[in-house]
């Protein structure tokens, strides 16, 4: 037997004015996309936003469901979202913001395991990481290389052919 350690680099930035301006312009896409979010159960709002090779931008959101596994999270809406519209062109980046309307949200969501595994799926198939970035409404805001920072030992289409 060996022991082995995974770790990756998580950059921990005191504030969205700390981000340069264009992840500014990406996490300002994400906190409007927010807004939009429909939360009528859990009252937790969440926008997504991801910038694609070719500069745009494609935003989601939470969209929930009276039968709460039908609802789908905003990473999830927005990575669909650029697969069906821009497919082929690769992902860049994904700025995420949550909100709450029962209280402040001043830490930064890091997106679910489903979600993870979703997102795996894109950075695999284009070959390329995506860089993420994580951020509540206020404080902190942590940013990672890659989604295999975030879901180590993914499973994936190698196990399938
Ligand atoms: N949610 C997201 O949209 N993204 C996350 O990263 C975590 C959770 C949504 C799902 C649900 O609508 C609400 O937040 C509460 O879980």
């Given at each position: 037997m060996k022991r082995e350690n995974i770790a990756f680099e998580l950059m921990v930035y005191?504030?969205?004015?700390?981000?340069s301006e264009n992840d500014q312009t990406l996490m300002e896409a994400a906190v409007a996309a927010r807004?939009?979010?429909?939360?009528?159960?859990?009252k937790f709002q969440v926008g997504a936003a991801l910038l694609l090779e070719n500069g745009m931008v494609v935003t989601g959101n939470n969209q929930e469901n009276?039968?709460?596994?039908?609802g789908l999270c905003a990473e999830r809406v927005a990575i669909f979202h650029a697969g069906a519209t821009y497919p082929g062109v690769a992902i860049k980046a994904l700025a995420i913001s949550a909100t709450s309307m029962n209280q402040p949200v001043s830490k930064p969501a890091a997106p679910c395991g489903n979600c993870r595994q979703s997102i795996s799926e894109y950075e695999i198939k284009q070959q390329e990481p995506i860089r993420i970035m994580m951020m509540g409404e206020t404080g902190t805001v942590l940013q990672c290389h890659s989604i295999s920072d975030l879901l180590p030992l993914a499973f994936n289409n190698s196990f399938l052919s």
């Open positions: 005191d504030g969205f004015e700390e981000l807004k939009n979010a429909y939360a009528p159960y859990s009276a039968c709460y596994p039908a």
